[in-house]
Every structure is written in C-alpha cells, then in structure tokens.
C-alpha cells in the first residue's frame, strides 16, 4: 500500500474561477451606470426648452430679447399680467373656455363613435375589417388645407362661422380615426370569454360594451381620451380660420401677442406656459392609465 500510495500522481489543483465571471457584475454596473446617465442626459434635453420658456416668461421683454440672453436679469410677473389683462380686459378665460368646450365635447362625442366601432372591428369582427381599418387610416392622408376652402364656404352658408360647435364637429371627425385604429388594439385583448357570459346572462350590445368592456379596456380607453383631447386642444388652423372673437380657442389668443412692431417674446413665453397647463395636468392626472394603455398587448 504503501508503495502504490507513494508511485500515485498527485491531486491537480483546483482550477481558479474564470476572471470573466468576476468581472461580469462590475461590467454590468457600469452599462447600467452609462444607460442611466443617458436617460438623464435625454430627459434634460426635453425638459431643457420648457425650463428656458419658464424663465424667459419671467424676465422682461428688453432682457428676454437680448442675444445672448442674460440668465441673470431681474426677475418679473409683467408678461403674466399682460397676458391676464389682454383681450379688453377679459383675458384669455373666454378662449380658454372655448378650447376647454371643444375639446371635452369632441373627445366625450369620439369615445361614443370609436367605441362600437373598436368592438366590430376587434372582438366581432367584419368582413374585411382590415381594409376598413385602412380606410379610416387613409382619412388622415389629406392635408387639412386641402379640405379647408370647401369647409369655410360650408359654415359661411350655413351661419356656422364664429361657432365653437363646428370645431366641436370638426374635432370628432378628424380624431375618430386615431381613435378606432387605438381602441381596436385595445379591445382585442378583452377575453372573450366575459363576453360570452354576459351574452347568456342576456345582457345586450350597450351593456356589454357599458359593464363588461368598457371596464376592462379602461386603460386604453383613457390613453385614447387624452391623446384626442391633447390634439383638439392644440388644433389651430381650422380655429383661426372659423373663428372669429366669440369662438376663438387658446391657441388662436395665444397669436394674438405676436406682433411686427415692439417686443413680444416674454408675455408669449407666459402665455405658452398658462395655455399649456391643462394638458399638462391632463396628462399627470391620468399618467398610470396612458402608461397602461399604451403598453396594453406589449407582453403577452
């Protein structure tokens, strides 16, 4: 025993643990690192031109034109005062009011339309939905100017110019597409199997649509209300060109303070920054659902 002990080789040494898994956790620290400093760099990109429309609200007008602009200029509320006192001493509420009514109604008038639509084209299917898909799609292929003329001679013989119902009107026929095109992806992820049940509980198509999908597809339906209310409150060609002083939306005040003669940025800047709070606050109020109905159907 003693001499096959001594004639047996040794035991090999344990093999060392390859560097590459030792270095695999800092390497992915450090791409992390990098991905994260690159999401701050694009956020401060985006938010970047609002901050500087913030600050340029608050200088006034002889600072805020100067090139380069002066950072540090005295800072004022002048253009926020002159825009609350514009328009005859009314301010911008009656245009505000106008854009709030235009947009509300249109989008409450295209998730009425958009919603029996979605569901014809998604849980019970036509013949042929694609093409009917593509066709509401091939809608929003005309340029609003060409369709502007024969829009304009319409209100004028029918006294609809000045009326904030045929933005209303015009609204729902130009986000009703988007909207169905968004709410069919929506609605095809609704089990139908709920559906079924209702139907042999003898519920009918508006209760279905009411109680059983409606609820289910909440998400999407709330990211399709606030993009058609984002895009009817920021719509401005069709509002200056129907418009006049009773109908007249935000946007349309808001051109008001662009002016050939004297300086005009800072209460523009002001007047940019108030128009676009409602939207804002539109969309942080409803931001958990947009985020959820725009990634409905992302992960199966």
């Not at 560097?19 to 791409?31: H, T, Y």
């Not at 970047?48 to 800072?75: F, G, R």
């Not at 509401?136 to 292929?141: A, E, R, V, Y």
Request: hydrophobic share 55%; glycine share 6%; charged share 10%.
């Amino acid at each position: 025993m003693s001499a096959l002990t001594a004639g047996a080789p040794e035991a090999a040494p344990s093999a060392a643990p390859p560097k590459a898994s030792a270095m695999a956790p800092r390497s992915v620290r450090r791409k992390n690192a990098a991905l994260g400093l690159l999401a701050w760099a694009c956020g401060l990109v985006f938010v970047l031109p609002i901050a500087w429309m913030v600050l340029t609200s608050l200088h006034s007008e002889s600072d805020a034109a100067t090139n380069p602009p002066s950072l540090a200029a005295p800072l004022t509320l002048d253009g926020y005062r002159e825009f609350f006192s514009a328009g005859g001493g009314a301010g911008p509420w009656p245009a505000l009011a106008n854009s709030l009514m235009a947009s509300v109604f249109s989008t409450l008038f295209v998730l009425v339309l958009a919603l029996p639509a979605a569901y014809s084209l998604s849980i019970r299917p036509v013949r042929k939905w694609r093409d009917v898909l593509f066709f509401f799609l091939s809608t929003k292929m005309l340029p609003i100017v060409a369709g502007l003329l024969p829009i304009y001679l319409f209100a004028k013989n029918t006294d609809f110019l000045d009326n904030i119902w045929l933005l209303v009107i015009l609204y729902t026929s130009m986000n009703l597409p988007i909207a169905v095109w968004m709410m069919q992806s929506f609605l095809a992820e609704v089990p139908s199997a709920l559906i079924e049940a209702a139907q042999i509980d003898g519920a009918r198509l508006p209760t279905v649509l009411t109680r059983v999908v409606a609820p289910v597809a909440a998400p999407g339906i709330a990211a399709t209300a606030l993009i058609c209310f984002i895009f009817s409150w920021n719509e401005m060609l069709f509002a200056r060109v129907l418009t006049g002083v009773v109908a007249q939306t935000a946007p349309v005040f808001l051109t008001g303070f662009i002016t050939s003669q004297g300086l005009f940025l800072a209460k523009v800047c002001a007047a940019s920054l108030v128009i676009s709070l409602p939207v804002l606050a539109a969309g942080f109020a409803a931001q958990d659902k947009l985020v959820q109905g725009l990634s409905l159907g992302a992960v199966k």
